[in-house]
């Protein structure tokens, strides 16, 4: 199972299809997008873009601190490929100063990965619960989860010069 990992998109459609358009090209069919904030409304959006490629994908978001009104949770958990996902944008979790209170809670909700946004900076700190940070997609940054009896690989993904 593969999902696209997704955050900060922050009003960017432009770079946001785009984006999305260099992934297709490389990846292949996707079976999930995860939206990890900064731009769920943008996400809502690019669904009718997203489900001409993938019909019946997942689509999953939480909402991070510049989501404003947005009607979606704070935080996630879902099973995906046999595993446990922790989804969050990462600001009620201080993520910009330590991975210890989203490492925590992860562990106590008994979650695999944790994936979270909010620093734009690219991620990935193996353990239990791994943790993932696609990076920023107006940075022209995404993440790619791929699950294969019940063992996960990801990989960052950057499409532009930043």
């Not at 922050?10 to 999305?20: E, K, V």
């Not at 939206?35 to 019909?55: M, P």
């Not at 940054?141 to 532009?160: H, I, T």
């Amino acid at each position: 199972m593969r999902a696209l990992i997704l955050s900060d998109i922050h009003g960017d459609d432009t770079t946001f299809r785009w984006l999305l358009e260099q992934a297709w090209r490389e990846i292949g069919p996707i079976d999930a997008y995860i939206c990890l904030g900064d731009g769920v409304r943008d996400f809502e959006r690019a669904e009718s873009f997203i489900r001409a490629r993938d019909e019946f994908a997942l689509m999953y978001a939480v909402k991070g601190n510049n989501d404003w009104g947005v009607d979606a949770p704070n935080l996630r958990i879902v099973e995906f490929g046999g595993l446990k996902l922790l989804m969050t944008h990462g600001h009620y979790y201080r993520v910009k100063s330590t991975m210890y209170y989203l490492t925590d809670a992860a562990r106590e909700a008994k979650c695999d990965i944790a994936l979270y946004g909010h620093t734009h900076i690219a991620d990935v700190e193996p353990g239990v619960p791994m943790l993932v940070n696609p990076g920023a997609v107006c940075s022209e940054r995404c993440a790619l989860l791929e699950v294969e009896n019940g063992r996960p690989r990801v990989r960052l993904m950057s499409f532009g010069f930043s």
